[in-house]
């Protein structure tokens, strides 16, 4: 893998697509939602990276995102105060953000080749394709599971040498699956978001309970869910406003059923809500909905699986706890919540309570919802949008975005 280098402004062809990047992604935000111009596309289709996976940090005091290429590579752009971009150093972007950051994509360090990669807060990990996991950035709770609260700025290998086929990442937590279906937390654990049948902090990775065989897994903040091999949903940790599902507002130490009998096969566990698909490909959400994040058309918590407005069927969902985001079996891209900072990628700052087509006549494989809201379209170009004040949009601006622009190719 090639070293991380820093772009420096010189005159050449870079500079004038560069610049024409930018600009065109100026006059992108004065579009109508029915998407950027195919010039846009176009122009950007041989700078850019071809990703396969992208994940967007939403949590905690800045943003970054993280992506993984169809060849194994991993960047990462935006905030970098503690490490989390995995480049070897903390150090000042070529733009200004008051912190060091990136705003354009940066390899992440190693050599490795990886198979996806999560960003969390002020943290990062990944799985690399012999199935390691490593962890990098802010570990004073232990979240990179490296036996030690040592901060690292580069991929540090998780304690135990277990292989993994699935990691997921909250604010200063980790979960993985083993190959043998084997769910594994470490970092912090105050309320129980192990499930481990403690509170207690972790360093290195503890076995969840339940002797349960895990298909996927998800962490927030305060709790983790995941889906079983035979599609039944758990969570545990805090029960604030009911996003573990289960009918009451208790917190659980251990795996707990969420209600209703429903047969899932994906699960995403926001802020203070939680969202799924079912086999049946329908959207439903449960927990916090103040920001209309569980696309009800209401604003009302819901304590049990409560479904999404709409007859669309869902391919995924993922959700951030402010705004959620989805993608239907046709490939198109649905957001609804909070929109203070154009989050939805609607062309507006307008809140929804219900399911929004995203602006940009993309097709997408997948959406994620973060700091920035970031997507993989059916071609494998990176989008993001909403705000950019650590540059976590990646298009080598700050300037918030209302609608999808282009991930910009690697410093």
């Not at 893998?1 to 600009?23: D, H, I, N, Y």
């Not at 590579?73 to 070529?94: E, H, K, M």
């Not at 980790?174 to 970092?187: D, E, M, Q, R």
Request: hydrophobic fraction near 35%; aromatic fraction near 8%.
């Amino acid at each position: 893998m090639p070293s991380p280098g820093r772009w420096t402004l010189r005159v050449g062809p870079a500079l004038v697509l560069l610049l024409l990047v930018t600009a065109l992604g100026c006059r992108d935000d004065a579009e109508s939602p029915t998407g950027p111009p195919s010039a846009l596309v176009a122009s950007t289709a041989t700078a850019t990276l071809s990703f396969a996976q992208v994940s967007a940090n939403g949590f905690g005091a800045g943003s970054h995102t993280c992506g993984v290429t169809t060849d194994g590579r991993a960047y990462c752009w935006g905030l970098n105060t503690a490490g989390q971009l995995g480049i070897g150093s903390v150090f000042d972007g070529p733009e200004d953000c008051g912190n060091p950051c990136s705003t354009r994509p940066m390899a992440v360090v190693g050599g490795h080749r990886w198979l996806h990669v999560r960003a969390g807060d002020r943290f990062s990990c990944g799985l690399t394709t012999d199935n390691l996991a490593y962890c990098w950035g802010m570990n004073f709770q232990g979240q990179l599971g490296t036996g030690t609260n040592v901060s690292r700025d580069v991929p540090t290998p998780v304690a135990g040498g277990r292989k993994f086929r699935q990691i997921r990442v909250g604010v200063a937590h980790a979960c993985a699956i083993t190959l043998a279906n084997v769910a594994f937390c470490w970092g912090y654990n105050q309320f129980g978001q192990l499930g481990d049948g403690t509170t207690t902090d972790s360093p290195t990775p503890v076995r969840v309970l339940g002797d349960l065989n895990w298909s996927v897994l998800t962490a927030d903040y305060t709790h983790t869910c995941g889906v079983t091999t035979a599609n039944k949903a758990y969570c545990w940790g805090s029960n604030f406003s009911g996003k573990l599902g289960d009918g009451t507002q208790t917190d659980r130490l251990r795996p707990r059923a969420v209600s209703g009998g429903l047969a899932f096969r994906q699960i995403e566990a926001g802020f203070g809500n939680t969202c799924a698909v079912t086999t049946a490909n329908r959207a439903y959400c449960w927990g916090d909905n103040f920001n209309g994040a569980l696309g009800d058309n209401t604003r009302i918590d819901r304590l049990t699986p409560t479904p999404v407005a709409g007859t669309r069927l869902f391919d995924n969902v993922n959700t951030v706890g402010s705004h959620t985001c989805g993608v239907t079996l046709g490939g198109k891209g649905f957001c609804w919540g909070n929109n203070s900072v154009g989050q939805l990628g609607t062309g507006s700052t307008t809140p929804r309570l219900g399911p929004t087509l995203v602006g940009g006549g993309l097709l997408w494989s997948g959406i994620v919802a973060g700091g920035a809201t970031c997507g993989i379209t059916t071609g494998n170009r990176a989008y993001c949008w909403g705000d950019n004040t650590d540059g976590q949009l990646g298009d080598g601006t700050r300037v918030m975005r209302l609608l999808p622009a282009p991930v910009a190719g690697p410093i």
